[in-house]
């Protein structure tokens, strides 16, 4: 029996079957896992809510802000103990992070000064960039720490650049993404307690 001879045309039609399969067995794979993976997600949303704010009995309406400093709405999320506010989580976000997008929440409190964060998505470098989600609120080294911290009473950039906060060793540019992040979380705070006032005011 005669070897078939190997044809430019048959190694395409070959590559696109493979490709084929590949992309019909990951479409399948992402089907059969989106729900459990959004489900995943909401939990963690919803458990990093806790985390950021003062205790609460319920959360309002969530309503999406936008800010002049981001192209998308951020998130932001009232949270009540009775009928009296308590504080607001904001589900901010960066794409200046050195491996591009990272997505924070933060819990900034009735004096507007941030009370915790929690780093929902990332890409940065393990054992560097990766140390924001605990070098930004070091209670013993004040120049790391943001907690309590507002842009109005510190300059919410790094020492490098002539602000208050101390980056991550050797992840200048993490350092700035997350400062970057958290700034958009208080211009977010500041529109949105805005329309509480006004909400409230109206009852």
Not at 53 to 79: M, Q, R, T
Not at 162 to 182: C, E, P, Q, W, Y
Request: a negative charge; one cysteine or more; hydrophobic letters at 40%.
């Amino acid at each position: 029996m005669a070897k078939r001879e190997s044809t430019f045309i048959n190694m395409v039609l070959t590559l696109f079957v493979v490709t084929f399969i590949a992309a019909a067995a990951l479409g399948f794979v992402y089907d059969f896992t989106k729900d459990a993976i959004e489900v995943a997600k909401m939990k963690a949303q919803s458990e990093a809510i806790k985390k950021v704010l003062p205790e609460f009995d319920e959360l309002g309406d969530v309503c999406k802000v936008a800010v002049a400093s981001a192209s998308d709405s951020v998130e932001v999320f009232p949270a009540y103990k009775g009928d009296k506010l308590v504080g607001v989580a904001v589900k901010t976000y960066t794409n200046k992070g050195f491996s591009g997008f990272i997505s924070i929440m933060a819990g900034i409190d009735t004096s507007g000064k941030l009370f915790g964060y929690e780093v929902l998505e990332h890409s940065e470098t393990p054992g560097l960039g990766s140390k924001m989600a605990d070098w930004f609120r070091n209670s013993e080294k004040p120049g790391q720490n943001v907690i309590g911290k507002s842009p109005e009473s510190s300059k919410f950039e790094v020492s490098k650049d002539g602000g208050d906060i101390d980056a991550i060793t050797a992840s200048t540019i993490t350092s700035r993404a997350f400062l970057d992040a958290m700034v958009r979380a208080f211009e977010a705070y500041d529109v949105e307690s805005e329309q509480l006032k006004i909400k409230n005011t109206s009852l």
